[in-house]
């Protein structure tokens, strides 16, 4: 029963969290222009759209997006309209912004959740090696690199990491549209397509994971450490348990609570991480699709793809608060 | 005080922090002495050397070793028959009617080609205009002098003085001989062959002024000593970026910027922070709940999409018009960058307000705003300090990454559009310019971590218990 | 010190020969267990006493071989059947003497189970670190450990903070059982619980001590507890063995000055005038400088000069009663 008080507990907390963004939104691209006199129906509408004139065009956004219409019931249209997705067609692209993000999202996902993941594994696996070595030079070592990657500016290790595997030793390819043309010039499909755009992938998943799973290690180290002097190992010892296997079930599955807590601040770290990678990697997702936007000053690009990596970011968030209860019993009685 | 100080000062990791903050900042400070160029992105300041020319001491790396430097020289003749110097920089040569007279210039070529040649003189050709001057380097006709002017050669006016600048960037079909002489597909490379035409490797090369008599009488020429000029391919301290500009005046301007964002962005900061953490902390309740609220939104939502939103829709209704990009980038980020912070004093705050000796200040009758500033903001010295080490780097990597993306700063240099120039076209081909890349990068590094470590030293010496995050 | 040979002990199962645990420090070394020697007979309860810091603890993680990183013992033995636990393999150790031989039951504190896995898991893991069983065979073991010391089966299923201090200090004990060990360790078993629970959990441990005949080391601070459950008494302070004999001569004849004292600020419930309660002055000196001689000395009420000179020697006195104190008349 208290599980599912913490599930429903949980569940309303990312909905409040999702109406706070569709505020925001609407702040930021709603009110903000208002307040500083531009029409944002003005910045909805592209010049032309499939030979419609721009009048027409105004008119069917306004219907939409209710764009004439005082702030206060503006609102509640903008909302509906985020919650159907109905995101305004692009002007730089000229294209609905809705089959934009649909065409990039799994790119993107395909490059968060395995290094979201593989991160978090990186950070265990690094940590049990410190903390099997505490304090001598290993661990000393690993732990600087950890704290380094905070530091390291991604962009810049980035286009280290690329020009050096990707131009210098060619391990990976540099171009998607090469890595997923056939070498008779066609676009590959099924299988072979989403083999080769992993294989294109591999580098930057394997990079964000490396400047990612910094403050995971550290924290898993620094429990783990902890824990090592804490009542139930010392009796797990007096026990007689194995010291290895102390380590690898017991240290680890308790140090493992407060690293899966953290991925939910990483994943607004995350989510740079991956507008940089996107950009530097030349990778159509979500995160170069905003910087396109920016350039382009494309607005419903802009307001669309920031709702959505927002919304992406809160399902994450909600998968992690669903599988807490599984890595910490003790939650329910919190 | 003092304790505090050498506490300080006993500690390695501080050292090493206060060195490098002060040594970027006594670059910053010390810009203008350091450099000429401040700011290379402007077209006025690019060019001082080749693109991506070399730092000046790599010459001693051996793929490096033959580029050449800017160089600068003023060309003296060889003497010869007809050949007489006028005064240190004029010679007056006299050609017999018919015949012909080479003036030599020697020069002495130590290196491999370089970017460009640009040759200057005065020449003050005799008043009829039956004559022909000739321009010889490395034995091909580079530029041909003469009265009637038809292409390739150049018209020059008769008995006057002439103003003659030859520039390897400017020749075309129409002005140089050598264009000409080229196969047609290739005279559009013709600028960047021309180089390698002349200069091809070290040794010893002549430029010969080759002046023709036509007529029937002898002529007399006068001829200024050359100005001989070539951007070299290794330059500076640093280098050179794409457009030639002094990769070194960046990298001090940049560290100007950064280091100027890192000050105001920690103010701003710790400013906001802490009067929303205090604010929740200590009268909590629904003030609380509401900051408290708002710190985990801001905190959750991913911050670099949010400010290349923002930055954008600033850009359109107009706002960047009227205030400075830069200050404006400035202030949205440590508007960003405060709930960390904020959360951080409002724990602390939290905890302190039910510590011994709060509560006994408050039985004591004591008002609370005086509690505030005499019992809780001291103790939070450490932890504000400690936020500094976190949050400056935040705001460091933020501001360049927007930079880099080309979506921040873009009309000066700062480390992170240094970086985005720098690998805009990054491919095998153009190879990898080190000496600009790299140089930004372990920039912000060293600055982040030695805020890091200042931070981390702050709050171990400041904190009157033990608070240490993560 | 001398080694002490203690003559009463007719059926040795423990022996510890002026054992030193020293824990290293920047500045030097905290003497934390200083030359101490006891015994334990088989079927046996040896209480040892004294105040937080005297150094039972570290008696005892010597003795389990668990000692924190920065412990190292300095000299003696720790004796178990004759054989030197600590010069012993410490793979065979862990794996054949601890738990099938030695078993320990700590205080069962909040954390002192792991708090990711249920009960019935972690004392499944235990019984196979040490046995070749099957699992089936192993919780039938458990399911019956559990309830010979009064927790129902149920309970195996539970996570450690799902169950009340007294249950998960059944649980423990029950851990302890679970090898059918001949000795037991108990390091300040009942502290925490309330009194009523504690009384319980103290009779638990009488009873399966008489049941089950294994010997017991039961370690507190209460030094009230000790007179109805064991048979001999060890005194400690400041790292030093101070007093060791049987129930009866210490309680009746308490010889130490610190032992006395210790004695009187027990509150006697059956004197009806409030007596005053009685508190040692001063505080145990710091281990790193431990003072010259003997180290009560600061604190006793008739120390003499010789005290504050020399160490006292730990001698025997009459019968089965040994005393580390120059002011007692040696026979």
């Not at chain 1, 540099?174 to 580098?203: C, P, Q, R």
């Not at chain 1, 924290?219 to 010291?243: H, K, Q, T, W």
């Not at chain 1, 740079?272 to 396109?292: H, K, M, Q, S, W």
């Not at chain 2, 440590?334 to 302190?352: E, H, M, V, Y």
Request: charge should be neutral; proline fraction near 6%; glycine fraction near 6%.
């Amino acid at each position: 029963m208290s599980l599912l008080r913490y599930l429903t507990k949980r569940i309303a907390e990312r909905i409040a969290l999702l109406f706070g963004i569709i505020i925001f939104n609407f702040i930021i691209f709603q009110v903000l222009p208002t307040i500083y006199g531009v029409n944002p129906a003005e910045l909805y509408v592209p010049l032309t759209y499939k030979g419609l004139p721009r009048s027409e065009l105004v008119q069917a956004l306004d219907n939409q997006f209710g764009l004439n219409l005082p702030l206060d019931e503006r609102f509640f249209v903008y909302m509906k309209s985020l919650l159907t997705f109905h995101l305004g067609i692009s002007m730089s692209y000229q294209q609905p912004v809705i089959s934009l993000i649909e065409a990039r999202f799994p790119v993107t996902a395909l490059l968060v959740i395995p290094s979201l993941i593989l991160s978090t594994i990186l950070a265990i696996v690094l940590g049990l090696y410190s903390i099997s070595r505490q304090g001598k030079v290993g661990d000393v070592a690993v732990s600087f690199t950890s704290i380094m990657t905070y530091f390291i500016p991604a962009f810049w290790l980035g286009e280290i990491v690329l020009y050096f595997f990707g131009f210098y030793l060619r391990i990976f390819p540099t171009n998607l549209a090469e890595a997923i043309t056939s070498s008779n010039g066609h676009t590959l499909v099924g299988v072979a397509y989403w083999v080769d755009l992993l294989k294109f992938l591999t580098l930057p998943i394997l990079f964000i994971t490396v400047i990612s799973y910094g403050v995971r290690n550290i924290l898993f180290r620094n429990n783990g450490v902890e824990l090592m002097g804490s009542n139930f190992v010392n009796y797990l010892r007096a026990r007689g348990i194995d010291d290895r296997k102390i380590l690898y079930k017991h240290i680890t599955r308790n140090a493992v609570i407060p690293v899966v807590t953290r991925v939910g601040i990483d994943i607004a770290f995350l989510f740079a991480g991956v507008v940089f990678i996107e950009d530097i990697f030349n990778i159509p997702g979500l995160g170069r699709l905003l910087v396109r936007g920016a350039e382009n000053l494309d607005v419903p690009l802009l307001g669309g793809d920031f709702y959505i990596i927002s919304l992406f970011a809160v399902i994450i968030l909600l998968a992690l608060d669903l599988i807490y209860p599984l890595i910490d019993p003790r939650v329910k009685y919190e | 005080m003092n304790k505090v100080i050498r506490d300080l000062l006993s500690r390695k990791t501080f050292i090493f922090s206060i060195v490098v903050i002060l040594f970027f900042a006594a670059i910053a400070l010390l810009a203008p002495v350091l450099t000429s160029y401040n700011n290379p992105y402007q077209v006025s300041q690019q060019f001082v050397a080749a693109p991506y020319a070399v730092p000046a001491w790599a010459t001693i790396f051996p793929q490096y070793h033959d580029l050449p430097p800017d160089v600068r020289l003023t060309l003296t003749p060889v003497s010869a028959s007809g050949v007489t110097p006028v005064n240190s920089s004029f010679v007056k040569i006299t050609v017999p009617a018919g015949g012909e007279v080479n003036v030599s210039y020697p020069i002495r070529w130590n290196w491999s080609s370089p970017y460009n040649v640009i040759l200057s003189f005065i020449l003050v050709p005799p008043a009829t205009s039956d004559f022909n001057v000739n321009l010889y380097m490395n034995n091909i006709n580079i530029m041909e002098l003469s009265p009637v002017p038809i292409p390739p050669a150049v018209s020059v006016t008769l008995g006057k003085p002439n103003s003659i600048t030859f520039s390897s960037q400017t020749i075309n079909p129409s002005n140089s001989p050598y264009v000409n002489s080229l196969p047609f597909q290739d005279q559009p490379l013709a600028s960047l062959e021309f180089p390698k035409a002349v200069l091809p490797r070290p040794g010893m090369y002549y430029l010969v002024i080759s002046l023709q008599n036509t007529g029937n009488s002898p002529e007399t020429f006068l001829l200024s000593n050359p100005h001989y000029t070539s951007l070299g391919y290794a330059y500076g301290r640093l280098g050179t970026d794409d457009n030639g500009g002094s990769v070194f005046s960046e990298f001090v301007y940049g560290a100007r910027f950064d280091l100027y964002l890192a000050l105001v962005a920690s103010v701003l900061i710790i400013g906001i922070g802490l009067i929303i953490g205090l604010l929740a902390g200590y009268v909590g309740g629904f003030t609380d709940l509401t900051l408290n609220a708002l710190t985990d939104f801001f905190l959750l939502i991913p911050g670099l999409p949010l400010l290349i939103v923002l930055i954008s829709i600033f850009d359109l209704t107009g706002v960047i018009v009227n205030v400075n990009k830069a200050v404006l980038i400035l202030l949205i980020i440590s508007f960003l960058s405060w709930p960390g912070t904020a959360k951080i004093i409002r724990g602390q705050t939290l905890s302190l307000r039910s510590r011994t000796f709060v509560e006994a200040s408050r039985a004591l009758g004591e008002g609370k705003l005086r509690i505030l500033f005499r019992h809780i903001v001291p103790n939070l010295m450490g932890i504000l300090f400690a936020q500094l080490a976190y949050d400056v780097p935040g705001v460091i990597l933020a501001e360049s990454g927007l930079d880099f993306l080309g979506l921040g700063i873009i009309g000066f240099p700062t480390w992170g559009n240094m970086l985005g120039f720098a690998t805009n076209d990054l491919s095998f081909a153009n190879g990898f310019a080190w000496w600009w890349v790299l140089p930004p990068g372990i920039g912000i590094i060293l600055l982040s971590t030695a805020f890091y470590y200042f931070g981390t030293a702050m709050l171990d010496v400041l904190s009157p218990y033990k608070l240490r995050g993560e | 010190m001398s080694e002490v040979i203690f003559e009463e002990s007719t059926d040795t199962l423990l022996e510890v020969n002026s054992l030193k645990t020293y824990y290293t420090t920047k500045t030097g070394y905290v003497k934390a267990v200083d030359d101490v020697s006891l015994f334990l007979d088989r079927s046996k309860v040896l209480g040892v006493a004294g105040e937080s810091g005297c150094g039972k603890s570290t008696l005892v993680t010597t003795i389990f071989r668990v000692m924190p990183r920065n412990a190292r013992v300095m000299g003696g033995e720790v004796k178990f059947k004759g054989q030197d636990l600590l010069k012993m393999d410490l793979k065979t150790f862990r794996k054949e003497i601890v738990w099938k031989d030695i078993a320990y039951i700590p205080q069962a504190s909040m954390d002192v189970l792991d708090p990711v896995y249920k009960v019935k898991d972690q004392m499944l893991e235990t019984i196979l670190a040490h046995e070749d069983v099957s699992r089936a065979e192993a919780m039938e073991r458990i399911f019956r450990t559990l309830e010979s010391v009064g927790v129902p089966q149920e309970k195996a299923d539970m996570f450690p903070h799902e169950l009340s201090g007294g249950q998960r200090q059944r649980v423990v004990i029950a851990m302890a059982l679970l090898l059918n060990p001949s000795m037991i360790v108990s390091d300040e078993a009942t502290t925490a619980l309330d009194v009523i629970t504690q009384a319980k959990i103290l009779e638990l441990m009488k009873s399966l001590q008489e049941s089950r005949k294994f010997s017991m080391m039961f370690v507190t601070h209460d030094l009230s507890l000790l007179a109805n459950v064991s048979d001999s008494i060890a005194i400690m302070y400041a790292g030093k063995l101070v007093e060791f004999g049987d129930v009866e001569k210490v309680f009746s004849n308490p010889l130490h000055p610190y032992t006395q004292l210790l004695i009187k600020a027990i509150p006697d419930l059956r004197v009806r005038k409030q007596k005053k309660l009685v508190a040692i002055p001063g505080f145990p000196p710091d281990l790193e400088n431990p003072p010259k001689g003997c180290r009560f000395a600061p604190r006793c009420p008739l120390a003499m000069p010789v005290c504050s000179e020399k160490e006292p020697e730990f001698s025997k006195v009459e019968g089965f009663h040994y005393v580390a104190c120059h002011a007692v008349n040696k026979k």
